[in-house]
């Protein structure tokens, strides 16, 4: 108890010492390796015949085939980028290069693709007759784009501040575990919306930036993390309901949802065949759930069409069924004639932070360290500001691909 208080304290003073921090300014081409803030890089289009390209101020443009830069600009520059067999072309040709770096050389300097403004660095990459666009930006500036999209409700700050941490575990998890990939993730499947929508929130970027470079880390990584609205009284891992090979904080028991559980019933049936559609079969004649044993959370169903069977996972279910119906993996599913009807408890995914519990507490008076102890056991609170070389850890379920030369002789786990 005595050292759970401590990491406790320390996570408070860090966190009202954020406070304190200047603003963090995207990345220029002076930026130094050691002195890189954390980034992550989204993929904006994908297979795309060309796009507006703008850039608003000083910039250069690098083959990072071989680092060297190829052109630059003073006042700005504007044409349609596109490929061709030979390279690309963004108003001038760049014969015999297949991949380009926009480096903003200025603070100031900001990126357009279509119309929509970006910050930090855009890559292009020509992949057989197509583009490929991807933005490297800052994980605070990430996260003030997707936060106002995904978050929404009127919260007391300490909650807040709570799902900006969690954001931020999770965009670093996502970076370091696919860091040797060309992109970490899809700007449609995060709701990226570059920086032009930045500031929707006065609360929101409130509470990233009294939280900078906060994370958590569990077994001394940080791990994929997520919020539920209400948990219905008992979370589930997140490594159980999304399925992700990696060490993740178990689920909890929530004694405020539980006690609220009643309240959070929701119900409703549909036709068999319209069940039947989502799955690709022609009939329906049994559904078999598969759920987390703590919690009874369902992260996949089964269904029999007297023949065959098709695995879904929730969240699939849930998308093509709907979020207005389908509130929760909390749920049961009985057949009769060509009906289901369906019955459960709670809103959300059932993993990670409880927000009706979290509000419960700071209306107690708990602040965000208690929260984060309470949903997330035996993690710690770190301040981040850029990506470890690697982590050194006794845990061998590690979530990243080592770079086995490095790992061999240093023996830890390379993250980048």
Known sequence: MNFRKT??????????????????????????????????????HKDSTGALLEARGSFEVVNPETGKRVSSGRNGKRFYLYPHKEGIKWGEDFLGIFQLQIIPTSPDTTLLVNGVQYSGV????????????????????????????????DYPESVMDAVAIIARTDAYY???????????????EVCYEGVGLTCQNPAI???????????????????????????????????????????TPQGVDSVFALAERKDTHWAFTMNTQDLAKV??????????????????????VRIHDGV??????????????????????????????????FEGYGVGSGTGLCLYSASQMAERGDDTPHMLAEFFPYTHIEKMRAYPEAIVS????????????????????ILH
């Open 7 to 44: 990491l406790l304290t320390l996570f408070a003073c860090l966190l009202n010492f954020s406070f304190l921090q200047a603003h963090q300014s995207d990345i220029v081409a002076s930026t130094t390796e050691d002195q890189k803030p954390a980034t992550i890089k989204v993929l904006l």
């Open 122 to 153: 855009l890559e292009i990459y020509h992949v057989e007759e197509k583009l490929n666009i991807i933005n490297e930006v800052t994980v605070e500036n990430y996260l003030k784009s997707i936060l106002p999209q995904k978050f929404h409700g």
């Open 174 to 188: 996502s970076a370091l575990f696919n860091h040797d990939a060309f992109w970490h993730v899809d700007a449609n």
């Open 205 to 247: 970027d409130r509470s990233i930036e009294s939280t900078r470079h906060l994370v958590m880390t569990f077994e001394d990584q940080p791990f994929p993390s997520t919020w539920t609205e209400n948990c219905g009284g008992k979370t589930a891992p997140y490594q159980t309901i999304f399925r992700k090979n990696t060490p």
């Open 279 to 300: 799955a690709k079969i022609n009939r329906i004649t049994g559904i078999d759930l598969f759920v987390d044993h703590f919690s009874s959370k369902v992260y996949a």
């Open 308 to 341: 065959h069977t098709e695995d879904i996972d929730f969240l699939t279910l849930q998308k093509h069924i709907g979020e207005a119906k389908l509130k929760s993996n909390d749920f049961s599913v009985s057949l009769k004639g060509n009906i289901a009807s």
């Open 394 to 413: 006794a845990n061998k379920g590690s979530f990243v691909s080592p770079k086995h030369k490095k790992a061999t002789q240093k023996k830890h786990r």
